[in-house]
C-alpha cells in the first residue's frame, strides 16, 4: 500500500500489504522451514541463508518449482571455483519440457502492433513445438548444433526456441531490425546449420523488408543449410527466393506433433546470448539448460512474485535478454504477453493500454520508458483500468527519484521491483523483495542466492560506493564464451581484477536504506581522483522540463587532460541558453560543483544500444581518438547515422585541441 507518494529520497514510499496474501517469497520460506531449516522471519533471513548455503538453496528452489532431474542425486557443485564451478553434475533435464511439459489453459497472448489479439493454449503450443522439433530432425540437426533466428517478438520465436531446446541443439536470436554487419558479427561465429527468419518485420504501421539484407546474411553464412521462413505477421514481404533449401513457417508446424524431449546434461548448452558489442566483437555468452532455468525461475518468483495464472507483459524485443525471462514465464505457469511492433507506438500510453487489455498482473519495462511517461504527462490509473496490476519491474538503467514517486502518482498501489542485473547471467544480482517497504531511488535488496558486495580498488569490502562484485558462484553464470577455448576472455572479463571474484563491471553502493547503482564502473567518472557515479547526474538533470535525456563520459586524454562532457536532448521548444543555464543550476544545488561537465553539448539525440542502453563508452573512445569503425558495429545501434554525428564532433573537439 502507498505510504507517501511525495516522499524524499530514501523515504517509504509503498509498504506490503498485509492483507494480500502470501508472497511466493513467504511461501517458499515456508517450504524451505519444512526441511529442516531454522530460518527467521524476514527476506533478510531468507536471503542470509541463501548466500550462506547456496547448495541447499539452489536445491531448494528446484523442488519448489517442480523442476524434474534425471541422473543419480549427488551434491549440487562440483567443489570447483568459479569461474569453473559445475553445478548438479551428471543430473539431466530440459528446459523446454518443465515449459510446456503437463500444463494447460492459455500459454501466450499475442498482441500484435494493430491491436489484434491471438491466444494460444499450451496444447497448440506443444504441437508446434513438436512439429518444428520433427522438422529440424529431419533436416539432421542433433545435440550442439546451432540454431540461429532473426525474428520479431512474436509467438514463432518462442515456438522456435522451445524446439531448439527440445532436441538439445543450441538458440540464439537477433531481433529483425539489426543491420546485416551486426548478425554476421554474431551468428558466424557459430556456425549456426538452421535459420529461421521473418523476411519482412511490422513497425509503425509499416511493414519493413529485409530480404536483400537476409540474403546479405545468408552469403556470408555458409554453414547454414536451410533456411524456415516465417512471415505470418506481415502482410507484404513473402518469403524469399534463396540461395539455400527453404520451407515454409506454415508448412513446417500445420500438423502438431507431440514433442519429444531429450534430456540433457545439466550444464548442456541452451542459448548463446549476445553483448551489444559496443566494445568489440559481441561476446558470445553460452547458458546451460539448469543454470538459465534456475535463475529464470527465481527472477520470476521471487524477484516478481508471478503466480501461476498471471499474465506477465514485459516488453522486450528478442535481442535482449528480458524476451528470455518472457518466454520463461510459462515456467511458472503465468501467461506471457508478446507484444510485436513498436510497443510505444503510437505513443507511450500504448504500453498501458496492453497491460489494461490483457488483465496483466505483472510488468516489466525500462527504466527510460518510466522517466519518458513522467516526462509527458501520462497518468496511466486515469486513462485505464489497471486493477489487475500487482507489480511493475524495472530495469535497463537506475530508476531516479522522480521515476519512483511518478509511478506511485499516475499508476498506482502497487509494487515497483527496481532491479539490476546483465545478459552474463540472464537475471539480477539486485531487486525486488515483496515482503518489505519500497524506499524512494533505491533497489531494495540483493537477490537470493546472490552474494552481492561492493568491493573499493583494493579488493576490500566497504559500506561505501565501489564496484558490484559476487563472491559465490551462480548456476546461471556462463558456461564460456562461444569460441573462447582456453577460457582467456571470459576470466579477462570478469576474473581479472579480483581472482576468484565476479567484478561485474557496474559502481554499486549498498546501505541500511537498500542498493543505488551508480553507473557503468568503466564509465564512472573519475574527476581528480574523485570518483562521480554518472546515475546521480541523470538524476538531477533528466528530472529538468528542459531536457529530454542527457549522457554524460569522462574522457581521459594523453597522459594528464580529463575532459567530461554532457551531451543533452532538449525538451520541444527549449532555448538551448536557458537548458544550459538550469542544468548548472540543478548540479550545484542537488550535487556539488565539482559534478560540473567541462561543456554542455546539445545534440538531436542520445545513441543507445537496440536494448536501451546509452552509448558512453563507445562515445568516451571517440573523444579519445578511436575510428568509429573500431567503437562499435553501426547495426548494432538504435540510430548509426546519430553515432556519426558524435564521431564528428570529437573529431572537430580533438582538432581543436591539437590547435591550441
Known amino acids: ?106 500459454a501466450l ?61 543450441v538458440w540464439s536470436v537477433c531481433a529483425p531490425e539489426f543491420g546485416p554487419g551486426a548478425l554476421v558479427s554474431r551468428f558466424r561465429q557459430l556456425e549456426p546449420t538452421v535459420l529461421i527468419a521473418a523476411p519482412g518485420y511490422r513497425l509503425a504501421r509499416a511493414d519493413r523488408d529485409r530480404r536483400s539484407e537476409l540474403a546479405d546474411v545468408l552469403g556470408q553464412l555458409p554453414s547454414v543449410r536451410h533456411v ?41 548448452p541452451l542459448w548463446v546470448l549476445f553483448s551489444s558489442g559496443t566494445t568489440g566483437i559481441p561476446k558470445g555468452m553460452v547458458h546451460g539448460h539448469g543454470g538459465a532455468l534456475l535463475e529464470e525461475l527465481n527472477l520470476l518468483l521471487f524477484g516478481g512474485n508471478v503466480r501461476a495464472g498471471d499474465r506477465y507483459f514485459s516488453v522486450a524485443s528478442t535481442s535482449w535478454v528480458v524476451w528470455n525471462t518472457l518466454a520463461s514465464a510459462m515456467g511458472v505457469g503465468a501467461v506471457a504477453v508478446l507484444v510485436d511492433g513498436n510497443p510505444t507506438f503510437p505513443t507511450l500510453n500504448r504500453v498501458w493500454e496492453v497491460a489494461a487489455g490483457t488483465r496483466a498482473a505483472v510488468i516489466g519495462v525500462g527504466a527510460g520508458f518510466i522517466h519518458a511517461c513522467a516526462k509527458s504527462g501520462l497518468v496511466p490509473a486515469r486513462a485505464h483500468d489497471l486493477s489487475a496490476l500487482r507489480a511493475v ?6 530508476l531516479s527519484a522522480d521515476g519512483f514517486r511518478w509511478l506511485y502518482q499516475n499508476v498506482g498501489d502497487v509494487w515497483l521491483a527496481s532491479m539490476s542485473g546483465g545478459t552474463d547471467i540472464i537475471g539480477c544480482f539486485v531487486g525486488g523483495a515483496p515482503t518489505e517497504p519500497v524506499r524512494v531511488g533505491y533497489i531494495q535488496a540483493p537477490a537470493l542466492g546472490v552474494r552481492v558486495e561492493a568491493w573499493d580498488d583494493a579488493g576490500n569490502p566497504t559500506q561505501g560506493k565501489g564496484e558490484l562484485v559476487v563472491t559465490e558462484a551462480m548456476p546461471s553464470m556462463p558456461l564460456r564464451f562461444w569460441g573462447d577455448d582456453d577460457g582467456s576472455r571470459y576470466r579477462a572479463s570478469y576474473f581479472d581484477t579480483y581472482p576468484g571474484v565476479w567484478r561485474h563491471g557496474d559502481f554499486i553502493e549498498i546501505s541500511d536504506r537498500g542498493i543505488q547503482i551508480l553507473g557503468r564502473s568503466d564509465s564512472t567518472l573519475n574527476r581528480n581522483g574523485i570518483r562521480l557515479g554518472s546515475a546521480d547526474i541523470y538524476a538531477v538533470v533528466e528530472a529538468l522540463p528542459e531536457i529530454a535525456e542527457a ?110
Open 228 to 268: 524456415v521462413w516465417v512471415t505470418a505477421h506481415t502482410d507484404s514481404v513473402p518469403a524469399p527466393e534463396a540461395a539455400v533449401p527453404a520451407s515454409a513457417w506454415d508448412d513446417v508446424v500445420r500438423r502438431p506433433v507431440d514433442p519429444e524431449y531429450l534430456d540433457v546434461e545439466f550444464s548442456h
Open 109 to 169: 497472448i499475442a498482441v500484435a502492433e494493430d491491436g489484434a489479439t491471438e491466444e494460444i493454449s499450451f496444447a497448440d503450443l506443444r504441437g508446434q513445438v513438436g512439429a518444428l522439433a520433427a522438422h529440424l530432425r529431419s533436416l539432421g540437426v542433433v545435440p550442439g548444433d546451432r540454431v540461429a533466428a532473426v525474428l520479431p517478438n512474436v509467438p514463432a520465436a518462442v515456438v522456435a526456441l522451445l524446439a531448439t531446446a527440445s532436441i538439445g541443439a
Open 393 to 398: 519491474q524495472v530495469t535497463g538503467s537506475p
Open 551 to 660: 549522457m554524460v563520459v569522462g574522457a581521459e586524454i594523453g597522459d594528464e587532460d580529463y575532459y567530461l562532457p554532457l551531451f543533452v536532448t532538449l525538451g520541444e521548444g527549449v532555448d538551448e541558453d536557458a537548458a544550459r543555464a538550469a542544468v548548472v543550476a540543478a548540479i550545484r544545488k542537488n550535487l556539488s560543483a565539482r559534478y560540473l561537465p567541462d561543456d554542455i553539448i546539445v545534440m538531436r539525440g542520445i545513441p543507445h544500444t537496440r536494448t536501451g542502453k546509452k552509448l558512453e563508452v563507445p562515445v568516451k573512445r571517440l573523444l579519445q581518438g578511436v575510428a568509429l569503425a573500431e567503437v562499435v558495429d553501426l547495426g548494432a545501434v538504435d540510430d548509426a547515422q546519430l553515432l556519426q554525428e558524435y564521431a564528428a564532433l570529437a573529431r572537430a573537439k580533438m582538432g581543436a585541441s591539437a590547435r591550441r
Open 1 to 106: 500500500m502507498i505510504v507517501d507518494e511525495s516522499a524524499a529520497d530514501g523515504e517509504i514510499i509503498w509498504r506490503p500489504d498485509p492483507r494480500a496474501g502470501q508472497t511466493q517469497t513467504e511461501r517458499f520460506a515456508d517450504f524451505v522451514r519444512t526441511r529442516g531449516v531454522a530460518l527467521a522471519e524476514g527476506y533478510s533471513a531468507l536471503w542470509q541463508w541463501s548466500v550462506d548455503d547456496p547448495d541447499a538453496f539452489w536445491s531448494a528452489l528446484m523442488d519448489f518449482a517442480g523442476v524434474r532431474l534425471g541422473g543419480e542425486p549427488g551434491p549440487a557443485r562440483d567443489g570447483a571455483p568459479m569461474p569453473v564451478t559445475r553445478w548438479f553434475p551428471g543430473r539431466t533435464l530440459n528446459f523446454a519440457r518443465h515449459l510446456l511439459d503437463g500444463r494447460e489453459g492459455t
